[in-house]
C-alpha cells in the first residue's frame, strides 16, 4: 500500500493510526519485515546475566558446590530467593551437564 498511497490514506483505509503505519513502514525497512522478532522468547527470566555469571564464578571456584549452597551464595549477595531448580535450569542453559537436586543439607 504505501507504494501507491500516501501514509494518511492509508490510516483512513485501515483505520489505523499515522503512527503506527509510520512505525510499521519503519521497521519493515530496517529488517524487511512488518513485525519485531523479540530478542528472547518466552517469559522475562528472574536471573539477570549478571547473576548467572555470579553463578558460574562460584562453580567454577568450586565445582562440587551444591545447589543449596549456591542458593544461599546468591540470596547474600543479590537478595534474590530464587528455587534450586531456576538455578539448575540456569547452569544447565550455560552448558554444564551433571546438574543434580539436592533437597536436603
Known amino acids: 500500500m504505501s507504494a501507491h498511497m500516501?501514509?494518511?490514506?492509508?490510516?483512513?483505509?485501515?483505520?489505523?493510526?499515522?503512527?503506527?503505519?509510520?512505525r510499521i513502514i519503519r521497521t519493515w525497512r530496517?529488517?524487511?519485515?512488518?513485525?519485531?522478532?523479540?530478542?528472547?522468547?518466552g517469559r522475562p527470566r528472574i536471573l539477570t546475566s549478571f547473576d548467572v555469571a555470579y553463578l558460574e564464578g562460584l562453580v567454577a571456584r568450586t565445582p562440587d558446590i551444591?545447589?543449596?549452597?549456591?542458593?544461599?551464595?546468591?540470596?547474600?549477595?543479590?537478595?534474590?530467593?530464587v528455587a534450586k531448580?531456576?538455578?539448575?535450569?540456569a547452569l544447565l542453559r550455560m552448558g554444564y551437564v551433571r546438574v543434580h537436586l539436592f533437597w536436603k543439607r
Do not use: K, M, W
Not at 500516501?6 to 509510520?22: G, K
Not at 530496517?30 to 522468547?41: N, S, W
Open 6 to 22: 500516501s501514509v494518511p490514506d492509508i490510516a483512513a483505509a485501515t483505520n489505523i493510526s499515522e503512527r503506527t503505519i509510520y
Open 30 to 41: 530496517t529488517t524487511g519485515d512488518h513485525v519485531q522478532i523479540p530478542l528472547q522468547l
Open 66 to 81: 551444591y545447589l543449596f549452597e549456591l542458593q544461599e551464595c546468591l540470596y547474600e549477595a543479590t537478595g534474590l530467593d
Open 85 to 89: 531448580t531456576t538455578i539448575r535450569d
